[in-house]
């Protein structure tokens, strides 16, 4: 729910308990107040799983990455490897 919808809505309920008798009003109230908490724990909830959902893009790319420049390097060796073996003489 965005905040915009989240503030008229609030408002209309703001509205309807101004309508009701005083006793009904704290009781709205309160739980209007615990509705508003909720929602804010909500989005700061929201919020921090977007941060995590990044990192955890950012550190599979570089994993990625580092696993790529890894199997790169590994050829560059086994070629040299290779190329070394050929040049040396067979021992008897």
């Known amino acids: 729910m965005s905040d915009s919808i989240f503030e008229k809505q609030r408002g209309k309920a703001a509205d309807a308990v ?5 006793r009904q009003q704290n009781e709205l109230a309160a739980l209007a107040e615990t509705i508003r908490k909720n929602h804010n724990l909500l989005k ?6 977007q941060n ?12 990625i990455f580092d696993l790529e420049a890894t199997r790169r390097e590994n050829t560059q060796l086994r070629r040299l ?10 021992k008897e």
């Open 52 to 63: 995590s959902l990044d990192n955890l893009r950012l550190i599979a790319k570089y994993r």
């Open 18 to 22: 101004d309508s009701t008798s005083r």
């Open 81 to 90: 490897l290779d190329e070394r073996s050929d040049q040396t003489p067979p």
């Open 44 to 49: 700061e909830n929201l919020d921090r799983l």
